[in-house]
Structures are given as C-alpha cells and as structure tokens.
C-alpha cells in the first residue's frame, strides 16, 4: 500500500504528463509527412508528381495561359514519392498534419498552384519557363545568363546553345 502512495503522490507533485493538444502546442516529428507545398515558381508542369503519385491525388491541367497543379487529400497517403521525385524541388512536404475536414468539404479539400505561362522572346510560343535551379544544373559552369535564358523556349534554347558551340569551336 505505502508503494501505491508513493507513485501516486509523485505523480501528483509532477503533474500532468499529457499534451495540452488541442488547447496548446504540441509536439510534431520534424520528419512529419503533412500537407504539400508547391512552389509554382519553381514547378515547371513536368508531370512527374503526377506521375509517381500512386493515390493518384496530384493532378496537372492545362488551362488557358497557365497549368493548374492540383492535390486531392481525400486521396492523398502522405508518401512523399511527390517531393521525392521533383525535379526541381518544387514540392515539400510541410508538418501540417490539420486534414481533418467534414464531408461534404471532401472534394474541395484541396491545394491549387499555378503554373503561368510566358511567351518566348525568339518565337512567340507558350511555355513555362525553366526553374532557375534547374538551369543552374543544366548549365553548370557555363558562363551564360540564366536569367536572359528563361525567356526562351526549349527549342529557342537549343538554338542558342548550338549557336555558342559553333562559334566557340570556330575560335
């Protein structure tokens, strides 16, 4: 008996041991797989999230003049294959763990970025131009103006490297 006294005062004099969740903080897993965040400044529309979701809750359209990426959570696993597999680094899982939502929210539950389009300076074409981090991993240690280079195509792009290379190789 005097064993159970002694836990129980100690217990009282520690006080309470659980989180105040959801009337304070709370802990959260710095690893933590939450909501998504899409950077659209750096989402070239690639595809690839969409591709690699195995729930099939990230879905790109095309709308006019932009690319619409958006992602389901009534669908979503938090796998992180999204993130994972982003070229560009566009996507990140963030800590919001809040999905709890009521039904009839399920099919607005979303996160809607855009992905705007821009005209090529050369050739007038639509297109989403290039991240800057991955025009820095395309042209790594190539002395050339990235930013001048975001305002053309891929095609144009293409054009323009052949053409240094031609003049580089003539001198």
């Known amino acids: 008996m005097s064993g159970f006294l002694k836990i129980a005062i100690r217990n009282l004099l520690k006080g309470p041991t659980t989180d105040p969740y959801p009337f304070?903080?709370?802990?959260?897993?710095q690893k933590l797989r939450g909501k998504l965040k899409v950077d659209?400044?750096?989402c070239t529309a690639c595809r690839t999230c969409e591709e690699v979701c195995p729930s099939g809750a990230i879905k790109i359209t095309k709308n006019e003049g932009a690319?619409?990426?958006t992602t389901w959570y009534n669908t979503c696993c938090f796998?992180?294959?999204?993130?994972?597999?982003?070229?560009?680094g566009a996507i990140k899982l963030t800590t919001?763990?809040?999905t709890a939502h009521f039904q009839d929210e399920k099919y607005s539950f979303v996160t809607v970025a855009v992905i705007k389009e821009t005209?090529?300076?050369?050739?007038k074409t639509k297109f989403v131009p290039?991240?800057?981090a991955l025009l820095k991993r395309a042209y790594n240690g190539i002395?050339?103006?990235?930013?001048?280079?975001?305002?053309?195509?891929?095609?144009c792009r293409k054009k323009i490297a052949f053409e240094r290379l031609h003049l580089w190789l003539r001198h």
Request: charged residues 30%; proline residues 9%; contains cysteine.
């Open 143 to 155: 002395d050339i103006d990235l930013d001048e280079l975001k305002l053309y195509c891929p095609e």
């Open 24 to 29: 304070g903080d709370t802990f959260i897993p």
């Open 96 to 98: 919001d763990f809040h």
């Open 119 to 123: 005209e090529c300076k050369n050739c």
């Open 67 to 69: 690319y619409v990426h």
């Open 79 to 88: 796998c992180g294959n999204c993130e994972f597999f982003c070229p560009t």
């Open 130 to 132: 290039p991240s800057e």
């Open 40 to 42: 659209a400044s750096e």
